[in-house]
Every structure is written in structure tokens, then in C-alpha cells.
């Protein structure tokens, strides 16, 4: 018995230490084992992309890793983690929850962060002259006047004496057109101000409509965030005199998860930032990983201000059908899009893909494609291009490509080698020492999921017996990305995307460029900057591309085009929820057609799939608890704020305001 937990430890990389694994495993029997093995696999697995998940659902992931484990052997682990404290239960209507004591902890620790910048700001003036001087700045240099919600974001910004604040604006409520002119006021005071998004698209968007200098999330963490372990004094205390006083401001903030937005509000106090503010909608996408801390520091208390007036949309059917979206109301949005909305039972991307088609070249300018996940959006891509192809609107002459698409796994999926394929590719990013692997690329040849071994290639042709159980589980940054090779056909007038960043030549992840030519040794791409660059047909970057006539939900959120053209599957379970049909319906100002297999079946399915992560606080009712602690000033100041706006807002003279959006 003690042969086979060892070996199986041994088996799985384990170290001392790890909290999901007992010390000694006794007389504990070969099935008991392995649910402890399991479980703690499926732990580490859930806890990456949620910080509350459905008991049912460890039960689940715990069986998917193939471990000899029965399901009351893995109840019988759940309920031993529960009781000594690795696990906790959900409470009320959450009781069928678990959640980590690491994401309590989390979670705990950013709002105690909040709560260390409180009182802590640069106030630079007084509201009320906060507020003037943002008015006649939006007047004279740009034209408009700031609705109620803008200026009152913008005298917070400018005012309070908290360094952590946040910016709950609904969809299409201008958010970025109050940045500018306060960006403006902070620079005339001597103020430094930063942008921070999570996709490089995000990033150029801020840059471009507020002219303030931007960097994306990842990029700025990798610079500071080793100063958060305590390291060279000298680092710190240069970073503290570059930072100290100045402003950042984070851009949808609802897409940064609980472990990025630690590290920004520790930094923020340790840097002594005069103020970070988190701006967005907590109704719209949340992060890829763990937590929806934007929408817990607001349950909790943070110093907020709201913008609740829409005035993206220029037509009042879509105001409407966006405004019923915003609140939930499902079946009104669908109503008020009437017959906009065109079910096709079979094949609704290709409709869509046709009705793009049948546009003028000018129109297809201002009309976007959206596509709610990753199939739908591939199926719309091929089509435009075939249908583009058949008119005669793309080059002759095609270019075969072999692109890299990543397979998207968890760090826990990653250590089992079932999720190795033969023809997949492996990219490490740092030495592997104990398996002798260099940083570079491998192809996987063969895998074993009985030996948990995987064959590995290097492109000299050496092959390598990879253990990929050898990986540390509590890693925080992947050691590789494995990716599947996916045929790209490019042509001349194909509109592409990058799926990988160049900074040294402003090739960017997510942004969108064109192909101009395509000659016998090189490939001639326009970014959406307008610069052009001659990639040679072995150039690394024509392997990191896609299609780009269709956008995801992530890759549309915070982008704004004059028309849309959407389609959206109710048999797509995880991806007919509330958030993405929210951002799927408030991207446009003019006008919306929605392609929908059912409009039924999508309504009903939307209507009971919120989309929303659950934190760990909320689970286990520790949050009110959170907010009753210290916060009851932001939370006067708040309700302060909104019945001033509450007031203002019969006054608003909507003609007057005009959109500052961004157009695809």
C-alpha cells in the first residue's frame, strides 16, 4: 500500500507541502489513494478558471483524470477536505458550492487593500470645481457636454481622497469619453496617467480615444509585480519615484480575475499610486480565470461612481432592446429587435455570413460580425472567405498556412498526459530541468495516459520521454502552451488576426490587419495602424494568425462598430448566458440583425445561464461581513453621488452628447 501512494506521488510530481495531500497516507486503501489524488487534481483544475464551484462538479473532474477512484471514495475525500478546512462549504442558495480557504484568502486580502488606500488618494480639488473644469474642457476641445454619470466619474477621479476607486458604467454609457479630459486636468497638474487593458486591442483603444499611454495588463505585472516579494530595495525605491502620486486607470475591469487584480491593488498602495481606478461593467464578460473581484470591491463597498445612461445607441429600437439586455430582460431585447432577429434552424453562420456578403464594400466597413464562441466564429470566417473567394474580391493566388491554435487547458490539465495528442505542439517556455528539456518547440509524437509519458520531438529530430505529471502543481505561470495545428488559407484582401504579440515590430495579439500581397518568398500585411511589414513564408507570425471577419464576445467587449451582424446558437449551453448576449447586443450604435437557430430556445436558455462567476466570499456569506467593515463612508458617499445624478438626470439634453466610441 505505502508502495503504491508513493508511487503514485512520485507519479504525480508531488511535493511536501501541497495542502490538498495528507503527509502520511497510513493504511489508507489503493482506491482511497487515488481519490485523494484525484480530487486534488480536480481542486487544482476547478480553482484556476472559478474561486466557487458545484460540489458535482469535483465529482466530475475527479473522475475525468482516470485515476482508479470510485465516486464514494472521492465523496469520502470531498468530505475530508471539508472538515479540515481545504474546503469550504457554500451557504443558503449556494449550499451545493465549494470553494478553496486560498480564494477566501485571496479575496480577503484585495479588499484589505482597498481598505489600506482608503483616505490615501491625491485629491487635487474640490468636486464642484472638479466638475467645472471638466465641462469646459469637454466643451471647448471636443464639443460635448458630460452627462450627469460622466462628471460625476470625473469629479471622483479628480476628488476623493481614496487611492482605490471604481467606475461602474452600464454598456455604451462613454466611459472613455470622460477619461480624456480628465487625463487632461491630471496632466496640468503635474500628474502622470496610465492605461491599463487586458488585450493589446483594448490597450491601442485607449491609447487612441483618450491619448493617454497604455500598457495591457500582463505587460505592466511583468515589470512590477516582483517588487510584491520583496526583492531589490533599489527596484522598489525606483518604481516608487517613477509611480508615486500618478494615476492608472484600468480598462474593463470586469475581465481582470482575482490573481492579476491582487497584484494591481498591492502595487498600487506599495507603489503609492495617487489613484487606481478599475472601470467597466460588472455585467459584461468577467476574466478567463478565477474570481469577479471588480464586482466583490463594489459589493464591498469601494468608493464608486455609476453611469447608467446609454448613449452609444443612435437608434431607439436598439437603445431599447440594449437597455432591456442590460437589466436582464431577455425576451423585451428580443422583442424589441422584432424582426431583426431571423432564426435558422440549420446553418444560421452561413446566413450570417451571407447577409455580410450582400453589403456594399462601404458597409461592410461599419458592420461588424459577431459570433458567440469559438465554432460559430470559424464557421462564419470560412464562409465570408468562400463567399469573398466566389466574387472574385480576394487574390487568386492562396498561400497555405499552418497555424498554431491554442488548446486551452487548465495548468492541472497540462500535468496529465491524456491531453497530449499525437501531431500537437509543445512550446516550452522555460528549462525543464529533470526532464532534460531546453526551452523551444516540440512535437508530440506519442503518449501513454497508462505510463503517464508523452514522446516529445525537438526539430533536429530528437525525441524525448516527457513526464508531464512531473510538472509543479502549484506553478503560477505555465511552464509550456500546447497548440493544435490548424490549416489557414490566406489571399490577397483576407482581413486576419494575430493570436500572438510582436512588440518589436507592433504585431499585437487580438488586433486586426490585412494581407496586401503575397509574392514567391514573402507576405505583405497592413496592420490596422496603416504600417506595412513583408513577413517571409517562414516568418514565425504566419503561424500565429486567424481569420478575423467574425469576433468573439472577449474579443468584442470594449469595441464599438455602426452595425452588427450576430449569430448565436441556444444548443451553445455555456455560451447562451446573460453576459455575452449582453455584449453581443450593446456593441452597436445603429443597428443590430441577431441569427439565432431558435429564438425560443436561445431566450430561455439565456434566461437561466447568468454567465456569472461566483466569488468566494459571496458563496460562504463572508461578504457581508467584508462590507459592513470600514466601508460604510464609500457607501454614503456613493448613495450621495447617485441621488445627486438621480436628480440631474430629467435635466440631461441627450442631442447634446456626443458618443466617443471607437468603431472597428
Known amino acids: 500500500m505505502r508502495a503504491f501512494a508513493a508511487d503514485l506521488a512520485e507519479r504525480l510530481g508531488l511535493k511536501q507541502g501541497d495542502p490538498l495531500i495528507p503527509t502520511r497516507f497510513g493504511n489508507r486503501s489503493v482506491e482511497d489513494v487515488a481519490a485523494i489524488h484525484a480530487v486534488a487534481s480536480a481542486v487544482r483544475h476547478l480553482s484556476e478558471r472559478e474561486a466557487a464551484f458545484d460540489r458535482l462538479a469535483v465529482y466530475k473532474a475527479a473522475l475525468s483524470f482516470g485515476l482508479p477512484a470510485s465516486i464514494p471514495a472521492i465523496e469520502k475525500r470531498v468530505d475530508q477536505l471539508l472538515r479540515q478546512g481545504h474546503l469550504v462549504r457554500g451557504k443558503g442558495a449556494d449550499k451545493g458550492m465549494v470553494t478553496t480557504r486560498d480564494a477566501i484568502a485571496a479575496e480577503q486580502r484585495i479588499l484589505s487593500e482597498v481598505e489600506a488606500g482608503r483616505g490615501r488618494g491625491a485629491a487635487l480639488m474640490t468636486p464642484e470645481s472638479a466638475g467645472e473644469r471638466l465641462q469646459a474642457l469637454a466643451q471647448e476641445r471636443h464639443g460635448l457636454t458630460l452627462n450627469p454619470g460622466q462628471e460625476g466619474a470625473g469629479r471622483m477621479l479628480l476628488s476623493s481622497s481614496n487611492r482605490i476607486l471604481a467606475i461602474q458604467g452600464v454598456a455604451g454609457a462613454g466611459k472613455s469619453t470622460v477619461l480624456k479630459p480628465v487625463a487632461e486636468v491630471l496632466r496640468s497638474e503635474g500628474r502622470k496617467v496610465t492605461g491599463l487593458a487586458v488585450q493589446n486591442t483594448l490597450v491601442q483603444m485607449l491609447e487612441r480615444e483618450t491619448g493617454i499611454a497604455s500598457m495591457s495588463v500582463a505587460r505592466f505585472l511583468g515589470r512590477y509585480a516582483p517588487l510584491l516579494d520583496g526583492g531589490d530595495p533599489q527596484a522598489l525605491a525606483e518604481a516608487r519615484s517613477e509611480w508615486k502620486g500618478s494615476t492608472v486607470l484600468l480598462d474593463e475591469a470586469s475581465m481582470v480575475g482575482n490573481a492579476d487584480k491582487e497584484k494591481l491593488v498591492r502595487l498600487a498602495n506599495l507603489l503609492e499610486l495617487g489613484r487606481f481606478a478599475a472601470i467597466g461593467d460588472r455585467k459584461q464578460l468577467g476574466a478567463v480565470d478565477a474570481g469577479k473581484p471588480f464586482d466583490v470591491m463594489q459589493q464591498a463597498g469601494i468608493e464608486t461612481s455609476g453611469m447608467r445612461i446609454n448613449i452609444r445607441a443612435r437608434s431607439a429600437v436598439l437603445r431599447d432592446a440594449q437597455h432591456a439586455a442590460q437589466a436582464g430582460h431577455i425576451e423585451e431585447a428580443l422583442r424589441h429587435l422584432g424582426d431583426n432577429v431571423v432564426e435558422v434552424s440549420e446553418g444560421a453562420a452561413l446566413s450570417a455570413a451571407a447577409a455580410w456578403l450582400e453589403l456594399t464594400p462601404g458597409e461592410r466597413e461599419r458592420t461588424a460580425i459577431y459570433a458567440s464562441g469559438r465554432a460559430l466564429r470559424g464557421a462564419v470566417n470560412e464562409a465570408v472567405q468562400t463567399g469573398l473567394k466566389a466574387n472574385g474580391e480576394l487574390g487568386e493566388r ?12 487548465t495548468r492541472e490539465e497540462l500535468r496529465h498526459s491524456k491531453s497530449y495528442a499525437p501531431g500537437m505542439i509543445v512550446e516550452v517556455d522555460r528549462r525543464q530541468r529533470a526532464q532534460h528539456l531546453a526551452p523551444g518547440r516540440y512535437s508530440v509524437v506519442a503518449s501513454d495516459p497508462h505510463q503517464e509519458q508523452v514522446t516529445l520531438e525537438n526539430v533536429r529530430g530528437r525525441t524525448f520521454a516527457f513526464r508531464p505529471d512531473k510538472l509543479r502543481p502549484q506553478a503560477e505561470r505555465d511552464p509550456l502552451r500546447l497548440y493544435e495545428i490548424k490549416p489557414v488559407t490566406i489571399h490577397v484582401g483576407d482581413r486576419i488576426r494575430w493570436t500572438k504579440t510582436d512588440h518589436r515590430r507592433g504585431l499585437l495579439n487580438a488586433d486586426q490587419a490585412r494581407i496586401v500581397a503575397i509574392g514567391e518568398k514573402a507576405v505583405t500585411v497592413m496592420t490596422s495602424s496603416g504600417i506595412e511589414h513583408k513577413l517571409a513564408h517562414d ?27 450576430a449569430v448565436m446558437d441556444s444548443r451553445e449551453k455555456n455560451l447562451s448566458n446573460q453576459q455575452t448576449f449582453l455584449v453581443t447586443v450593446t456593441r452597436l450604435r445603429d443597428g443590430l440583425n441577431l441569427y439565432v437557430d431558435n429564438a425560443r430556445k436561445l431566450e430561455a ?8 462567476k461566483r466569488s468566494a466570499l459571496e458563496t460562504t456569506k463572508m461578504l457581508g461581513a467584508a462590507a459592513a467593515r470600514g ?29 466617443f466610441e471607437i468603431g472597428i
Open 398 to 409: 492562396a498561400l497555405p498556412l499552418k497555424t498554431l491554435s491554442r488548446v486551452n487547458l
Open 539 to 565: 516568418d514565425p507570425m504566419l503561424e500565429r494568425l486567424d481569420l478575423a471577419y467574425a469576433l468573439n464576445a472577449h474579443m468584442a467587449q470594449g469595441l464599438t462598430s455602426d452595425r452588427g451582424i
Open 631 to 659: 466601508t460604510g463612508q464609500a457607501n454614503e458617499t456613493n448613495k450621495t453621488r447617485e441621488a445627486v445624478e438621480e436628480k440631474k438626470l430629467p435635466q440631461l439634453e441627450l442631442a447634446k452628447v456626443k458618443p
Open 605 to 612: 436558455a439565456v434566461e437561466r445561464n447568468s454567465g456569472m
